[in-house]
T-cell receptor
Framework: DQQVKQNSPSLSVQEGRISILNCDYT??????FLWYKKYPAEGPTFLIS?????DKNEDGRFTVFLNKSAKHLSLHIVPSQPGDSAVYFC????????????FGTGTRLQVTL | DAMVIQNPRYQVTQFGKPVTLSCSQT?????MYWYQQKSSQAPKLLFH???????NEADTPDNFQSRRPNTSFCFLDIRSPGLGDAAMYLC????????????FGPGTRLLVL
């Protein structure tokens, strides 16, 4: 039972344009959401997070939006750069789960010149 | 630089032959995690240590064991690897058991022949 879903395995975006990566979740107990970025041959690295008490969090070119009623979050990257090409994992955590992260399957972003 | 180190990066073992994967950290974090990631799937938490306290996920097979002899090191032992255990094994750390980011190592890719 996949509680965190990333339905797009891959996405290709032109340099300078906006990249939008989507994530859906089913567990209403999740209250903290994170995006991790993974380059080949490296471990995932933390990118940005959002608590369920917010609907938006911004950090430079990266913004995460949370729609609790739809159980949906998205990561916006503006403007996209070639160095953003990586696999992006959505992850969620819930109160009382002792920081256990439930991951999605990832979306591979390719930023083209 | 403070980091999470995993050795070896690639491990080949034979069906049924015990294998040990190693993780070390220089972050002095209290919590260490082991995840299993099969191809095109989400990383899946196997277990974690908070200091010396071991916490096994309910669906982690008995074939998987872990040891944490000190703060810096954590080992994943697979007692009798099967073909289905071929995967990327990710070690991660976090400062406390709370909703916060986890720091990942580069992973060890296990191949079972």
């Amino acid at each position: 039972d996949q509680q965190v879903k990333q339905n797009s395995p891959s996405l290709s975006v032109q340099e300078g344009r906006i990249s939008i990566l989507n994530c859906d979740y089913t567990n209403s107990m999740f209250d903290y959401f994170l995006w991790y970025k993974k380059y080949p041959a490296e471990g995932p690295t933390f990118l940005i997070s959002i608590s369920s008490i917010k609907d938006k969090n911004e950090d430079g070119r990266f913004t995460v939006f949370l729609n609790k009623s739809a159980k949906h979050l998205s990561l916006h990257i503006v403007p996209s750069q070639p160095g953003d090409s990586a696999v992006y994992f959505c992850a969620a955590s819930g109160t009382g789960t002792a920081s256990k992260l439930t991951f999605g399957t990832g979306t591979r972003l390719q930023v083209t010149l | 630089d403070a980091m999470v180190i995993q050795n070896p990066r690639y491990q080949v073992t034979q069906f049924g032959k015990p294998v040990t994967l190693s993780c070390s950290q220089t972050l002095n974090h209290n919590v260490m995690y082991w995840y299993q990631q099969k191809s095109s799937q989400a990383p899946k938490l196997l277990f974690h240590y908070y200091d010396k306290d071991f916490n096994n996920e309910a669906d982690t097979p008995d074939n998987f064991q872990s040891r944490r002899p000190n703060t810096s090191f954590c080992f994943l032992d697979i007692r009798s690897p099967g073909l289905g255990d071929a995967a990327m094994y990710l070690c991660a750390t976090s400062r406390e058991l709370a909703v916060e980011t986890q720091y990942f190592g580069p992973g060890t890719r296990l191949l079972v022949l």
